[in-house]
């Protein structure tokens, strides 16, 4: 199996790290980058696999080789470092030195297993983030990332969005390499962003898990909301742990009162086509010149937090007015399908704790 040779400092907890920074099935690939979750940590690990003449080692050497933060959102930055150091293990095993000197210019405090110091608290991507807030959020991460989830997922990524937006727990399944998967991790949980002040306080977190394996089945089954990609296909079996599975662009769930979340209607139809016209616009003004501050990751993030902003204002606006009934010209108006998106609408008021009359029962009246 696999095992950790080395790391610093030497104190630190890394149980079961050693599965989580080097995917099932990575023996069939020669590189890849994962990212994980390690308790209150994210980690990030290059992964390599060099051909080698040694009957001890079965004619293959396999490393990763990885750093851990209490956030993800600079972790890409040490990528090249990485993918460098991995291989030079690989190519001579055993030496260590950059790494150290690499761990004295980085380290600093981590948060203990009970979550002190309250400043180290772990970034995660909170359920209500203001906008002045959100440039420190960012992921870094090579450009295109969200214009190759768009492409991906095509009107899925509509799917997605309510199945974010409602907290369930989504995995993710995928051969490996699995970078590019945790990627869609992250993407995914950029549909969610809401930055109305007041909303969500009871509503569960949406976790970036990122990368997660047959060991985390435990810590797996306590959670009521996270996003996480895996390479072990044992995990559609194990339906108690997720309610939404997603195999390549396919995406599903067995629960039944869901299934309708599952059909694309109009509205979403509506939503994909202003999307992919704010992109082409945004491509237009770069290559005349016009606009190279913008960038697409941007525009998608601020497209999807603006609709979660109306929807939200608008649920929020009806639930403190005398009546509190909400119609179908109010759906409309949160660019919703009256009919088709009637289930996703009552299991937001249900998940976000909003007092609001739906009376959008009858076809013929809308």
Known sequence: ??????????????????????????HKIQSDFI????????GLACFANMPVESELERGARMKSVGILSPSYTLL?????FLENQVRHQLEMPGHYSHLEAFYDDKKGVLPDSKGTPSSQQPVHWLPSIHRYMYPEMKITHPAGCMSQFIKFFGEQILVLWKFAL???????????????????????????????????GAVPESKPFFYVNVADIEMLETEVSYVACTTEKIFEQKRDLYDVYVDN?????????????????????EKYRRLNDQRQMLLYSQEVGEDCSSC??????????EQNNRIFQT???????????LTADHARGMGLDPQGDRSFLMDLLEVYGIDVMLVIDNPCCT
């Open 166 to 200: 409602l907290r369930k727990r989504i995995l993710i399944f995928s051969p490996p390499p699995v970078g590019v998967v945790c990627y869609r991790v992250y993407c995914c949980c950029c549909l969610a962003n809401v930055s109305l002040p007041g909303l969500g």
């Open 249 to 269: 662009q396919n995406v599903k769930t067995h629960h039944e009162h869901l299934q309708p979340l599952l059909k694309i209607n109009n509205a979403d139809k």
């Open 315 to 325: 649920l929020m606006e009806v639930s403190a007015s005398q009546d509190k009934t």
């Open 35 to 42: 990212y994980f979750r390690k308790g209150l940590c994210f």
């Open 1 to 26: 199996g696999n095992m950790v040779e080395w790391c610093l400092p030497q104190d630190i907890d890394l149980e079961g790290v050693e599965f989580k920074s080097m995917a099932s099935g990575s």
């Open 76 to 80: 890409y930055r040490y990528m090249h």
């Open 296 to 305: 697409e990751e941007d525009l998608f993030i601020l497209f999807f937090m």
